[in-house]
């Protein structure tokens, strides 16, 4: 008797979680989700726009120095391939502010994916004491109307915790490079007011005025992930399971 209430449990708790599995791979298949977050499948070492999936603009035109590259041999890759993304000069000095722009692909705030996480490396030949602050911003557009959904300030070269490196990082000047403590930095941001929409986001590195492409970052692990809170309530939905399967031997065993 006992071996059966074991057996007739374990059919239930499965069917039960095959058919959660099959709710969450239907949410996935049925959405689309960012792509190509690891930068793979490049094709040189210095382009503007060979990225599967991401396109990269400026506000000026490209130099040998300003844009996006991939081969840094001083930084290993976390996920795939990684890329520098380099401020562009302005064309003058104390010109206006000129931006370079890594953009992606759209995608949807659909089912459970309303987070993006990045892992991010800010490298900046310019002093804390510096005008000139270079900052990486993330934000995330409406795809319908260009709309600005979110933006946030990510790092600067005002900020007091980068450490200073003398290695040349691929284009920028190595002798006086300051960069993000602890080599890679992860950082998230929460989707969930725009649930239901489709979505770009950008990636932006500044010149902020004096026509030197001497601040960058370098970019890997870009992941359209589940809420935390999707993934609490998931767990605390399969615990009451548990403890419900329990309650319910104990009383067939008595």
């Known amino acids: 008797f006992s071996t059966g209430l074991v057996h007739e449990d374990r059919t239930m708790l499965r069917t039960l979680l095959v058919g959660g599995l099959i709710v969450s791979l239907a949410s996935v298949g049925s959405a689309q989700l960012l792509q190509n977050g690891s930068f793979n499948n490049y094709t040189s070492t210095y382009s503007t726009n060979n990225i599967p999936n991401w396109t990269v603009e400026t506000d000026e035109p490209f130099t040998d120095q300003s844009g996006i590259y991939f081969t840094l041999s001083q930084i290993h890759a976390l996920d795939g391939g990684m890329v520098l993304l380099t401020n562009a000069p302005n064309g003058g000095v104390n010109g206006p502010t000129d931006v370079t722009r890594l953009i992606s692909d759209p995608f949807d705030v659909s089912g459970q994916w309303k987070t993006i996480e990045f892992n991010y490396i800010y490298i900046t030949g310019e002093s804390e004491n510096d005008t000139y602050t270079d900052p990486f911003e993330v934000s995330l557009y409406l795809e319908s109307d260009d709309s600005l ?31 993000s403590p602890g080599g890679w930095t992860h950082h998230s941001f929460s989707m969930l007011p725009w649930s239901g929409q489709e979505v770009y986001l950008v990636f932006t590195i500044s010149d902020a005025g004096d026509d030197v492409v001497n601040s960058g970052v370098v970019l890997d692990g870009v992941e359209q992930t589940p809420e935390p809170g999707t993934i609490a309530l998931f767990g605390l939905g399969l615990a009451g399971l548990g403890l419900a399967v329990r309650a319910r031997r104990r009383r067939r065993a008595s």
Do not use: C, K
């Open 149 to 179: 959904l979110y933006t946030e300030t990510i790092a600067t070269a005002a900020d007091s915790d980068l450490v200073h490196s003398t290695v040349n990082y691929g284009p920028l000047p190595g002798s006086s490079n300051r960069q």
